[in-house]
């Protein structure tokens, strides 16, 4: 009687290579280039290559076991439901994992997950958004018609991609979806040297001398943030209530995300001295409001913002409006900075090249670590406290007799320097 009863098909294959065996074992295939994955491993004898296939085939079945059988997709969305995110970071993290991670790597079994598809993964984004490694580059897309030009993605912006995935692998390792957390293993880009651009005091000039004869409500904004280098958050959602103009005195509590008044981005509340003209252009700037709400047959509540699009100032203005109309003030002026938040770096190298102390510089804008931001930030900018440091001790040293009659001191160190 013939056994027609079929044999399982061996996994893994040994063959004779060089003076012995080589194991091959699949497993799997690779997300991002679409090819079959195998494990690779020489042994002296047949014996040996028979363990070592034992021992590669127990490696992937352990990326198979069943609680390993979720998805980076599944576990990326559990993540998410569970993360401690405020609702601009929440919204940042779905859009990556909904335009990068998922369409790459959703499908594939969390614990298949390796650092080299993760160090791969980030190099493609790097030279193109659309992981495209360039062949399309130039060509035309049949179904949009439109020919396709590679855009890099900024290192920061892949920097952030790697920064949802660590966390999110951490929590898969505790809840024991994974083994590992390939993400801290694999290297993302490094972080861009930082490089703040603020105008220059010509330029800021310009902008408010513009303004000022065209909107004073949007003078007083722009000068508000140059004077006190509060986040453009913080200056929507900034009350009256927070303001003693008797005491010289401003609060900053709040921050304004465009949705809702939320805590500070550092979750603290700090207290900034202001002068007696910045007084007297809030006091201006009140006294319209006041005025506005009088002709509405009521009264500016305490608590009114201090920028509104609002007659009664009870709505705050929104940080990404206030954001564009600046970049199309700066436009055409022909400012070589178009950013908001540049004017806060304007109020940081200003206060630094007076001769402030950093610390009391990182306190007034809300920087943490005291001062560590600053200096890291703003670090190029103390040339003139550099000049003035070097100047005031040069003068406690002897120079040549007659020397000083004759030339500045300054003059007479940067000779002795080049000598």
């Known amino acids: 009687m013939v056994n027609t009863k079929s044999k399982r098909r061996q996994r893994g294959s040994i063959r004779p290579n060089g003076a012995g065996f080589q194991v091959r ?22 014996t040996e290559a028979e363990k070592v296939r034992t021992r590669l085939l127990h490696q992937v079945d352990e990326n198979r076991h ?32 909904r335009n990068y991670l998922k369409p790459t790597f ?37 179904k949009t018609k439109q020919k396709h030009v590679c855009e890099p993605l900024a290192a920061n912006s892949v920097r952030k991609i790697h920064f949802i995935l660590r966390p999110a692998l951490n929590r898969g390792l505790r809840w024991g979806y994974v083994t590992t957390n390939v993400a801290a293993l694999a290297e993302p880009p490094s972080q861009p040297k930082p490089n703040p651009d603020p105008p220059t005091p010509e330029e800021a000039a310009l902008v408010l001398n513009t303004v000022w004869q065209r909107d004073l409500d949007w003078g007083t904004f722009l000068f508000m943030t ?19 103009l008797d005491r010289l005195e401003l609060f900053v509590k709040h921050s304004n995300n465009g949705r809702r008044i939320k805590d500070t981005k550092t979750h603290q509340r700090r207290k900034q001295a202001i002068d ?29 913002f201090v920028f509104s699009g609002e007659a009664d100032s009870t709505a705050p203005l929104v940080p990404s409006s206030v954001s564009q109309r600046y970049r199309r003030l700066a436009e055409k002026l022909k400012i070589h900075t178009h950013r908001l938040k540049d004017l806060r770096a304007y109020n940081v190298t200003e206060l630094l090249g007076a001769g402030a102390d950093v610390r009391t ?15 890291k930030y703003y670090a190029a900018f103390l040339a003139t406290s550099d000049r003035q440091a070097v100047t005031a001790f040069a003068k406690q040293l002897p ?8 030339q500045p001191v300054t003059t007479v160190v940067n000779g002795l320097r080049l000598l």
């Not at 699949?26 to 491993?41: F, M, V, W």
């Not at 003209?277 to 009114?304: K, M, N």
């Not at 920087?367 to 200096?375: D, I, R, V």
């Not at 120079?399 to 004759?406: D, F, Q, S, T, Y």
């Open 25 to 46: 074992v699949y497993a799997g295939r690779d997300p991002l280039t679409k090819k079959d994955l195998y494990l690779h491993e020489q042994a002296e004898t047949e």
């Open 226 to 244: 140059m004077v006190t280098g509060s986040r453009r958050g913080e200056m929507c959602a900034l009350r009256w209530s927070g303001i003693n």
């Open 399 to 406: 120079v040549p007799e007659g020397l000083l009659a004759k």
């Open 106 to 142: 959703g499908d594939l079994k969390a614990g298949r997950l390796t650092a080299e598809m993760l160090e791969l993964f980030y190099a493609r984004l790097r030279q193109c958004q659309d992981q495209c490694e360039g062949r399309r580059n130039g060509k035309t897309d049949p």
């Open 361 to 375: 510089v990182a306190g007034r804008v809300g920087h943490g670590g005291g001062g560590a931001t600053t200096l």
């Open 276 to 304: 007696v003209i910045t007084r007297s252009v809030l006091a201006a700037h009140r006294a319209r409001a006041e005025e506005r709400c009088r002709a509405l047959g009521g009264e500016l509540a305490r608590d009114a």
């Open 66 to 97: 069943p609680k390993t059988q979720v998805t980076m997709s599944f576990l990326l969305d559990r993540w998410l439901g569970v993360a401690e995110l405020d609702e601009t970071s929440y919204e940042r993290a779905e859009g990556i994992i």
